[in-house]
């Protein structure tokens, strides 16, 4: 053991941050001074936003919101992994549909996209072959033009990013696949894309969210997802602010949700490739409870 | 003798004749003849571009031959022949061929999202389409013999070199190969973690595995090798018995190659 004296641990005076103390000052009464506005303001008309909050309308409408959010990531996300393993197809053809699909997809607005969807019965009245027809009004319902348009143009976003997922796989694990047996296709799906999945889920984390503020777009079909119920209500009442406010405190809601459901999937998928996983924020809190609380031992770092 | 058929003992494991290898304009191999026995144990050395890790990759396929003959246990890499006519094999049969020879890399190669235990397992499942429960067992057993039936469960990422490098060999017996290729296994080891894979290599030669070996280490050469085979700029120049070659060296380029080296 080391002589008694060097070992005691240092007490020393810590530096002043002066500087940190003016910043935080400042943002602090600013802060202050923002919430004073938000909550003196009678025109936010905050009671309104509680009276409109839960109703039935706007509820419709968010549930409607994430069923689009849902099935249109679901859409992009199967139809990317597809055409990203088509853009690195050796045959050229087949990279080359990939590729012309993302060039249209990505190279035209959203909006357009949605819009066209929404008019396509003009384009094509009948759909099918021979006997096999379908009337495309009954088809392609205004729910179903916005499916279509935010789930394709997901897709070439998608596509990108799986891409840039399985050029991330170092090679030598297809060249171990290929070495032990396995085929293209088997080693793609148990080898590659589960390894891609660490680069490819923060960006798609973002996608969804993303995702779900696009679909207010469709509000100009008039599919009456969350933008457009509220829209209907101030369209008769007038309420426009609280309304809106409605509508954005529902999407920060939702967003926040994903955000945190990102991070475990994150967690997740990052097994294997850090030597021990990073505390959850709960852990953390945990942590920094124990190491404050009286008689609290503070842990090893 | 007779009732069994050609391809077994009276076929060398490995047969090249004048193999020939280009990457674009550079060549690598310019006529690599060799033969390697079943159950013998070739170590080829040389210096790094003498091409000696690409021949190793064209024995499984890994790279193809640009011209010249290679069999493998009496056929052909990568092609087939009926009659006088040579045909490109198939992907699958090209797999199928592959899963028969185990190979190690200087990297290791493990699959970072599986565990020791889920990497050995994985080719005999899903290649070979053993039972579960078969290839798990099989799969402890290979582990324990590799010293690593503790780890079975740990990431690569929380392994050492050695223990991956260890890994990465039951990985490669888990498919119970005729044949196994070492290219460079100790090259990206710390110094004290050599020692641990070399004496795996050692058993298994010693077992009667058919290997070619890539390495630097020429105390593995020396004790466990029935041959030891000296390549320079895509040709082999220089094979004999350790003893002869380490010993009496004919050739110049192999006299200063060990100079340098020993």
New interface residues.
């Given amino acids: 053991m080391t002589p008694e004296a060097s070992s005691k641990p240092i007490k020393a005076i810590p530096v002043r941050h002066t500087g940190r103390w003016i910043a935080g000052t400042l943002v602090l009464l600013l802060s202050l001074a923002v919430l004073y506005s938000i909550t003196t303001n009678p025109r936010f008309e905050w009671s309104i936003v509680g009276q409109y909050f839960f109703s039935m309308r706007v509820v419709h409408g968010l549930v409607l919101t994430l069923e689009l959010t849902v099935i249109s990531m679901a859409i992009g996300i199967v139809l990317g992994v597809v055409l990203a393993v088509m853009r690195l197809s050796p045959n050229p053809l087949v990279a080359g549909a990939a590729w012309f699909y993302i060039w249209f997809f990505r190279g035209t607005p959203i909006l357009v996209q949605i819009i066209f969807w929404f008019n396509f019965t003009a384009l094509y009245p009948v759909i099918g072959y021979g006997s096999w027809t379908l009337n495309a009004n009954a088809l392609i319902t205004p729910f179903v033009a916005a499916i279509l348009a935010l789930g394709l143009n997901e897709a070439a976003y998608m596509t990108e990013i799986v891409r840039a997922g399985i050029l991330s796989v170092?090679e030598?694990?297809t060249?171990?696949?290929?070495?032990?047996?396995?085929?293209?296709l088997?080693t793609m799906r148990?080898?590659v894309l589960?390894?891609a999945m660490r680069v490819i889920i923060p960006p798609t984390g973002n996608e969804t969210i993303s995702m779900l503020k696009t679909t207010s777009l469709v509000s100009v079909i008039a599919v009456t997802e969350l933008l457009y119920s509220v829209q209907l209500i101030y369209s008769v009442n007038y309420r426009t602010i609280p309304l809106l406010l409605v509508a954005c405190i529902w999407y920060l809601m939702v967003t926040t949700l994903l955000s945190i459901g990102q991070y475990y999937i994150e967690r997740h998928?990052g097994?294997?490739?850090?030597?021990s996983l990073p505390a959850t924020p709960l852990q953390k809190v945990r942590r920094f409870l124990v190491r404050f609380s009286p008689g609290g031992v503070p842990s090893h770092e | 003798m007779n009732d069994r058929p050609a391809t077994q003992e009276s076929t060398p494991m490995v047969k090249a004749e004048a193999v020939h290898k280009r990457f674009g304009h550079l060549k690598v191999l310019k006529g690599v003849s060799l033969e390697v026995q079943r159950g013998e144990v070739v170590c080829l050395l040389g210096v790094s571009g003498s091409g000696k890790s690409t021949f190793l990759r064209c024995i499984?396929h890994?790279e193809k031959i640009d011209a010249g003959r290679l069999w493998v246990d009496g056929n052909m890499v990568g092609y087939k022949q009926a009659g006088d006519r040579i045909y490109e094999l198939r992907?699958?049969e090209v797999?199928?061929?592959?899963?028969?020879?185990?190979?190690v890399?200087q990297?290791f190669?493990?699959?970072?999202?599986?565990?020791a235990l889920g990497n050995v397992i994985?080719?005999p499942i899903?290649?070979r389409k053993i039972p579960r429960e078969q290839a798990l067992d099989t799969a402890h057993e290979l582990l324990k013999r590799v010293g690593l039936a503790e780890r079975m469960h740990s990431?690569?990422?929380?392994l050492s070199g050695g223990q991956q490098q260890r890994v990465?060999i039951a990985?490669?017996l888990a498919?119970q190969p005729k044949l196994m290729l070492f290219d460079e296994p100790t090259s990206a080891l710390d110094p004290e973690l050599v020692g641990e894979v070399l004496e795996v290599m050692q058993s298994l030669a010693q077992e009667g595995m058919t290997m070619v070996v890539v390495t630097h280490e020429m105390g593995f050469a020396r004790e466990a090798a029935d041959r030891v085979v000296m390549m320079d700029n895509g040709k082999i120049i220089e094979e004999g018995t350790p003893a002869a070659f380490f010993n009496h060296p004919r050739e110049e380029r192999t006299q200063q190659f060990l100079s340098k080296i020993l």
């Fill in positions: 170092d030598g694990m060249e171990a696949a290929s070495a032990l047996g396995m085929s293209r088997l148990r080898i589960p390894q998928f097994r294997g490739a850090s030597r | 499984n890994l992907d699958h797999c199928a061929r592959r899963a028969e020879i185990g190979m890399f990297r190669n493990l699959f970072g999202h599986m565990t994985e080719a899903h290649v990431y690569p990422s929380q990465a990985r490669a498919m």
